[in-house]
């Protein structure tokens, strides 16, 4: 009898371990540091549902990634750090193999895992915010601020005013009015544009709003005087539609105010009303839904009623757009580490690493996609995190966005020479010895 | 019966005036102390020190100084996390810029430059009172998080004006796992609790109740306005900025000026609110409740409900669900916490014979 039950209990108890061992392999976890409430809601709701979307799709099209599902759990952030830092540690040992993957989508977050992330071998990929410097990967291994850097973003936003007037020299003795959020993340432009000021030769008209930013006479009155021949608008949340109507009502041209990528959105354009109609903003990836990626989510995904949009006509908007390149960017991480460490395989976090360090998406992969002119081709390698940091511009015309550039490409040499000045600074401060590039595999 | 006093007689003025008179009190302190200081750190995973005993106990620390400046001296204040942020950016420029600086000077150094701004931001103390100084401490919340972000020489010059934390090390020995991180923080924010329970009941601690209560008696009385106001913006100050500058060092990491925002302010206060107004122990109660709530719902609100909500949804609930007990607790007991444990303490020395 009691040989039996013993009997009995290891086998099952060896059922069960194998069952899970067995489903457990087929999956990837990724966990979702998400914020659906408080200020920043509107960003984070559409980003993340694009970003849930798409990896829906690829369970549900592709039967996941070379048969691996993806799964992944939500953690609620408020954008708050010490809310962040909760669902870091919270999720990385979550999963078979533990978080594969980090995206803060906050800078603050960033900066506040960022030294955790290299502790706990688990990749942070921050798409257009964090740290610029990061993009210097000799110094930071783990951290991979892809597509573009803020810096890389106002130097195209310089060369795209460039060609509107017809030649980078044209821009000598142009005022240029830099109308920033008074933050750490308004004051990431002030060194580039100084920088590209000296070269080009205009002059910089940096002006401050405190945040939020829903009141602005004095910095437009201050514009009004000046009269610069474009203001840039680094802004994030409320400013935005407040200095487009401010804008409107001291009679300034929308179509010589250029947004960032943060304040190039269908949330920023739409309470300003027809003041919006004409203002152009950068963006690293567009909006829109005649994309055959987006199609596919709408077939696959909203069509078994598996959506994790409430709001279905915000599908194709640019924050939803957004997080499809999330989506996109991790799975073929994924894809491009199972090359590597076996097909079919849940992998660590240190695995997908590598994946991220070898992505390449070329024009023919972002075709098979259906994501060509979605977002720009990108390819990283171990000394460089970025990659190509271009942009496309977009011109909001009273419905909905409009692209109206090809990628727009910045000053390479200029914002790369920054990069790795900073991060030589940062490992000089920190004692890190920069990793030997001709040495990775 | 747990509380049964009888047996324990006090002979001496000394044994009168301990802290903690009856004796199962004093053994459930130092139960308490060897579970979360002994215990805890052999047993408890990386995720709850680092993600929840840690940070409960910093702000802990945070809600003691601002208990000290709002419970026991009675001025209203909104800039406990503007005072954190000067601990924590004074802490790493000590650190950065004096070679060999050891790190629990440089934590004492923090605090006191806290102190001083501390000071500062108080004098307006003297001539306005509650709403009205509740305002002038928000013009240090906004003033000292404008500064930091304004002159780089605070983040030596950082683009981003936020800094790393330096390692934390004493007498050679390098706190770098979470275990030893907790440990120290644990021995920093018990020594300092201890302190301030002291000063409470010293003859300091009655000269700030005696302003709390009326300022123009305790003027007649005897008691110097000015030096017991500022003494307790100094204090609380200096309790904020050590509780910054651990912020920084063993907890985050990694800190930017805009994270110690007006939010964190109205946190801490609430957590002097939930925990209750003029108690020690209402500043831990109100800390754990503050931060493990919002946590705890997040794990349970999914748990319950499933997938069959929308995530926004889920995440909204949260927010009602904290507000709706956060009211529930101030109608049942407008005294936080404290005063419920001290409510059922007193039942439990009646209990079962309350006649």
Redesign the interface.
Known sequence: MKLKTTVLLGAALAGLLGTSLASAAEEQFIGLPSYRVGPYAAGGSGLFGGWIDYMTLINERDGGINGVKLTWEECETEYNNARGVECYERMKKKGATGNTVFQPVSTGITYSVLEKVAQDKIPMVTIGYGRTDAADGRVFPWVFPMITTYWSQASAIVNYMGQKEGGMDKLKGKKIGLLYHDSAYGKESHAIMDKLAAKHGFEVMKIAVAHPGNEQQSQWLQIRQAKPDYVVLWGWGVMNPTAIKAAAKTGYPREKMVGVWWSGAEEDTIPAGTAAKGFVAAGFNVAGANYPVIADVKKFVYGKDKGNMEDKTRVGSVYYNRGVVHGIITVEAIRKAQEKYGKGKALTGEQVRWGFENLNLDDARLKALGATGFLPPLKITCADHEGPGKVKFQQWDGNQWKVITDWVDSDRPLVRGMIEESAAAYAKEKGIKPRDCSKES | MLYREAGQFKATYAEDSQIFPIRQDKIGFWLLMLVFGAAVPLLAN??WL???LI?VLIFSLAAIGLNILTGYAGQLSLGSAAFMAVGAFAAYNFILRIEGMPFLVALVLAGLTAALVGILFGLPSLRIKGFYLAVATLAAQFFIV?AL?KFPWFS?NS????V?AQDVTILGYTFATPEAKYVLTFLIVAFMALLAKNMVRSSTGRAWMAVRDMDVAAQVIGFRLMRTKLLAFAVSSFYCGVAGALYAYT?????????FNL?LSFKILFMIIIGGVGSIMGSFLGAAFIVLL??FL?NLVPAIFGDSL???F???F??IVFGGLIIFFLIVEPHGLARLWQIAKEKLRLWPFPH
């Open positions: 990386e995720y680092k993600a929840i940070p404008w972000v030596n683009s981003s004006g936020v790393t907890y985050i990491g990694t800190v930017e000026p805009e994270g939010d919002p946590i997040d929308g995530a926004g889920v995440s909204n949260q927010l």
